[in-house]
């Protein structure tokens, strides 16, 4: 059996032991989080806060408590320069001598929290000693991975080779229940909010229109972790495109502490993972809390929309 601890073992020697430390003390972070998750109605724990977050959204307790579990961690860690969080307005400084920013959802989907329905925690670790660091491309990080809670609690975590799955026994344990997952590279099925059908770019109606037609299926979740954890496990699209009413706001998902750590990961499983016709991890980051387009999933059909956004792009008028 691979336990969390025992993979961590095997990357001694490929990462630095501060590292190492880090994503224990990560790991031990969603440990927390899945417990609280369990019973939060029972302590009191659901509904809404008063207070409203950078991105103009109302913070529930479990954001909040999640956010300071994952900066706890982070505190816990000798190597962390910086945390960067959806749930801060700017860089938190953690240790001078740090050479690892982590960049985090603490509780992604979480308007999901008080129907019972999967949420989770994105994290991507960057090298970072300066505050300059921090707006990277996402192909300069080292980790990234997301904890999926849901009926099982999971974590899945990339390197940038490989993608592994854990799983949480009742002991606590981190049990190793996928190594070296691959997204199938074609699918029949895409997520997508549908509702906002009448804001989606031309090259996003048209691929839905036609994938309906060929007789596609569709789910959404509403948790991105929810739905990329299904895509990891049997193929699928997932499509969170810019509002073409106000194509600057970037959409609804942040680039560094969702589109990327995502990117990543979906890359790594030999997945792609887009804006419009370029790699996610490609996009140079302007800003904190940047909104990007996002789409990832299946290598052959991602590839496909990024081909139609190059055709779209060609047959715009000089
Ligand atoms: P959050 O980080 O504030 O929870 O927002 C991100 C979530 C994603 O998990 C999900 O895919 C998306 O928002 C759902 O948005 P919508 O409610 O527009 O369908
Ligand atoms: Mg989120």
């Not at 194509?247 to 792609?272: C, F, I, K, Q, W």
């Amino acid at each position: 059996m691979t336990t969390f601890e025992t993979y961590l073992d095997s990357l001694k020697g490929t990462l630095d032991d501060g590292l190492v430390a880090l994503l224990g003390n990560i790991a031990d972070a969603t440990r927390r989080i899945s417990d609280t998750l369990r019973t939060s109605s029972l302590s009191g724990l659901s509904g809404a806060t008063d207070v409203v977050n950078v991105q103009g959204e109302t913070q529930k307790p479990l954001d909040i408590l999640s956010n300071d579990i994952m900066l706890d961690a982070c505190k816990a860690s000798a190597a962390v320069s910086f945390a960067v969080s959806e749930e801060l307005d700017s860089e938190v400084p953690v240790h001078a001598d740090g050479k690892y920013a982590v960049i985090f959802d603490p509780l992604d989907g979480s308007s999901n929290l008080d129907v019972n329905v999967t949420v989770g925690t994105i994290f991507s670790v960057v090298p970072a000693t300066s505050s300059a660091d921090l707006l990277q491309t996402g192909r300069s990080q080292i980790v990234a991975g997301f904890a999926a809670y849901g009926p099982q609690t999971c974590l899945v975590i990339t390197t940038g080779k490989g993608v592994q799955i854990f799983t949480l026994d009742d002991s606590g344990t981190y049990v190793m229940t996928a190594s070296d997952v691959k997204i199938v590279p074609e699918t029949k099925e895409f997520a997508i909010n549908a509702a906002r059908r009448a804001s989606w770019d031309d090259v996003v109606a048209r691929y839905i229109e036609q994938s309906i037609d060929a007789g596609y299926n569709m789910r959404w979740v509403g948790s991105m972790v929810a739905d990329a954890y299904r895509i990891f496990n049997r193929g699928g699209v997932f499509l969170y495109p810019a509002d073409r009413h106000k194509p600057t706001s970037g959409g609804r998902l942040r680039l560094l502490y969702e589109g990327n750590p995502m990117g990543l990961l979906v890359e790594a499983a030999g997945g792609a993972a887009i804006v419009g016709d370029i790699g996610i991890l490609d996009v140079k980051p302007t800003a904190l809390h940047q909104r990007v387009p996002v789409i990832f999933g299946s290598r052959v059909e991602v590839n496909k929309i990024a081909g139609a956004y190059t055709a779209a792009k060609v047959a715009e008028p000089a």
